[in-house]
């Protein structure tokens, strides 16, 4: 299981805003998860492999909020500007089927209603790339190309946080190019990493 640094970092910053409002436990817990992170499942920074995305779930009060990022190309079959009317097409089509929450993520339990979601496309100037061939790998004639990853958020809010107890992750059957999924998610009891895939697409939060 590998994780990457900016994904943990970026956990890191969205959790800042708990340990203001958390008890010791909690974060004491925070600091355990990072030192997982940090020791067992990171793997170089920068690493962009096609069918592979990050997504982090972080869980504080009655707010559930989850940011998952998959290189373009998985989502749109291409990583270069959208020039062409096709191209944009395919761009429009893209944020239309993130927008389709519902299908996307399954909260199971706590009463949870989606609040909002936003779509963010980002360019990696430079790109090592990942020769895990479980993850699979990128072709050599597309190794010059630009490297885009799209990162969408989605913030939910729950009546009954404590009832929450999984969330079903659907976005293989939308995206089909998307494989696997390296997941971290904390709420204020518990902390976990795993890697989706669409035959193990559950996560399990207690």
């Not at 994780?3 to 340990?19: G, P, Y």
């Not at 996307?104 to 963010?120: K, P, T, Y």
């Not at 990128?138 to 999984?166: G, K, W």
């Amino acid at each position: 299981m590998e994780i990457s640094i900016n994904d943990a970092k970026r956990l890191q910053a969205r959790l800042i805003r708990f340990t203001c409002l958390k008890s010791i436990c909690f974060m004491s817990l925070l600091v355990g998860l990072l030192v997982s992170l940090s020791s067992s499942y990171v793997y170089a920074a920068n690493v962009h492999t096609h069918g592979v995305s990050t997504m982090t779930i972080a869980v504080d009060n009655n707010i559930v909020d989850i940011t998952l990022t998959t290189p373009t190309s998985d989502l749109v079959g291409f990583e270069h500007r959208a020039h062409s009317e096709s191209n944009k097409r395919a761009i429009k089509e893209m944020n239309t089927v993130l927008g389709k929450v519902e299908e996307l993520f399954v909260l199971n339990g706590g009463a949870c209603q989606f609040v909002s979601h936003r779509v963010d496309i980002f360019e990696q100037p430079e790109i090592q790339h990942n020769d895990d061939t479980n993850y699979g790998q990128i072709d050599e004639h597309r190794a010059n190309e630009p490297h885009n990853d799209v990162t969408a958020y989605y913030q939910f809010n729950c009546e009954n946080m404590s009832a929450l107890s999984s969330i079903a992750v659907k976005v293989f059957t939308l995206f089909p190019s998307i494989h696997h999924i390296r997941s971290m998610w904390i709420t204020d009891t518990h902390q976990g990493a795993v890697t989706l895939s669409v035959k193990n697409n559950m996560i399990s939060l207690r």
